[in-house]
């Protein structure tokens, strides 16, 4: 009996234990929603080594882009791209200076722009 409860308790525990969390995940979209989601794809090169900071609540850190292709949108020369934002979505782990890019993005409203899909939306193409 002692044994039997003991596994009970054991089953329930390992039930509601908290696992690898994947709350801040964010599924690959399809290419027609990424397009459709946003306001300019285009191919830019990552040009700045520095990071513009604007403080908010909370930094905020943007790269230089250098649009070389628009696909969609209105863009022209160098835009800035949200690479460590405010939420985990915003974060990138891309964006190396002198690579070139793929990138479905969002406009901030501000002239600045973020990435559709996070990580998804900037697709190295070198």
Known sequence: MV???FGLIFLVFFVFLPHD???N???PLPLEKKVHNSDLVAVGVITSTQDVVVQQRRELRYQKVNITR???GAAKGEIWLLVEGSIPEENLACCEPGKVYLIFLKSRGDGRYSSVNGND???ALN
């Open 121 to 123: 939306g900037m697709l």
């Open 70 to 72: 628009v696909l969609k």
């Open 3 to 5: 044994r039997r409860t």
């Open 21 to 23: 969390a994947y709350a």
């Open 25 to 27: 995940y964010l599924r």
